[in-house]
Nanobody
């Protein structure tokens, strides 16, 4: 049974930085995709950045050049380095994993989610 726990959210001023971590337990080699999503109040869940089935990283245009996704060598911990944060980045951030992800940034591709960590930029 795969479980995901996110860490590192908080409040920061515009232009600041935060680092999110997502630790996976019960993780198996069949889990090929891991990604970060976010959801602001009143909005849908949006793909932020992730690693697809082929191991290649993808990121939303809105965060390119500001956010960096990485993972440890065991592929059980996912990181999101966020810099030059803007108020529009305010959201609950979720980590997710799936077995096969044709579209890395699509929430429908993932079947296991963490509880989320809040990021507030103001």
């Amino acid at each position: 049974h795969v479980q995901l726990v996110e860490y590192g959210g908080g409040s920061v001023q515009p232009g600041g930085s935060l680092r999110l971590s997502c630790a996976a337990s019960g993780f198996t080699a069949s889990r090929y995709c891991m990604a970060w999503f976010r959801q602001a109040p009143g909005k849908g869940r949006e793909g932020v950045a992730g690693f697809g089935t082929n191991g290649v990283a993808a990121a939303a245009d809105s965060v390119k050049g500001r956010f960096t996704i990485s993972r440890d060598s065991a592929k059980t911990t996912l990181f999101l380095e966020m810099s030059s944060l803007k108020p529009d980045d305010t959201a609950m951030y979720y980590c997710a994993t799936g077995v096969y992800c044709a579209n890395v940034l699509s929430p429908s591709e993932y079947d296991t989610w963490g509880q989320g960590t809040q990021v507030t930029v103001s």
